[in-house]
């Protein structure tokens, strides 16, 4: 099993939700803020068995897109979302 920990912009959150919904992913939801940009995001939790990951990363990337954002002088290019995708040894739901 497998933890997917997605960070997306708030640009783009409520696709990503209804897509996974959609596709019968469960996930639990947590408002947070960027320390970069100082922008609003969302973080995902998503625990999956090792043969969805895939298709829940395919199904996320479609959804979000890379953007430039000007930060005073410089633009920078800012994801859509960050994954972080973490071995889980125990799952209990209770």
């Given amino acids: ?3 997917i920990i997605a960070i ?4 783009y959150i409520n696709k990503v939700i209804k897509v996974l919904m959609d596709n019968k992913i469960r996930t639990t939801k947590l408002s947070s803020t960027g320390g970069f ?10 625990g999956v068995e090792d043969k969805e990951v895939d298709k829940v990363v395919e ?3 479609e959804q979000c897109e890379s953007k430039n954002v000007k930060t005073g002088k410089e633009e920078v290019t800012v ?3 960050n994954l972080f995708i973490v071995d ?4 209990i739901k209770i």
């Fill in 88 to 91: 889980i040894d125990r799952h």
């Fill in 79 to 81: 994801g859509g979302a």
């Fill in 1 to 3: 099993m497998k933890l």
């Fill in 8 to 11: 997306v912009q708030d640009d």
């Fill in 59 to 61: 199904l996320i990337k």
């Fill in 37 to 46: 940009l100082k922008s609003g995001n969302t973080t995902l939790f998503i």
